[in-house]
């Protein structure tokens, strides 16, 4: 008697990208809905004003918050830290830009501290970051 022989099956060796595509594609999805969400970081109502709004882009920004505490490109400090700290912190993003946030419940001459600070450090133009105005 004969045996007979099964055919032999031939192993697949590629891989299904099917499901990962749709991994990726779910993730990219995820990603697009909370990346808006996640900036901004410090509560601040900027003050409005009758100018052009300037938005603060790709240089380094410094924000001061209600209560006084200066956020220096993510890295919060109170003012003696500020002053201490500020040239180093700045270094190469001076040249793509500095801005200045303010809550518009800061005293002037914080504002003005913190301005004092950032021309003793060499930095010659600052960018004043506002809402723009709402005309009734």
Do not use: C, W
Request: glycine content about 12%.
């Amino acid at each position: 008697m004969r045996r007979r022989r099964r055919p032999r099956l031939h192993l697949n060796a590629e891989i299904n990208v099917v499901s990962l595509i749709d991994v990726m594609l779910l993730l990219l999805v995820i990603f697009m809905i909370t990346a808006p969400m996640m900036q901004g970081g410090l509560d601040i109502r900027l003050p409005r004003a009758d100018a052009r709004p300037l938005e603060a882009k790709a240089g380094f920004v410094v924000t001061i918050n209600r209560a006084g505490v200066i956020d220096a490109d993510g890295t919060p400090l109170g003012f003696e830290q500020f002053r201490g700290t500020f040239r180093a912190l700045v270094g190469a993003k001076a040249a793509q830009g500095i801005y200045l946030r303010a809550d518009e419940g800061v005293p002037y001459g914080t504002v003005v501290r913190v301005l004092g600070v950032m021309r003793a450090a060499g930095v010659g133009d600052v960018g004043l970051v506002t809402d723009a105005e709402e005309i009734p």
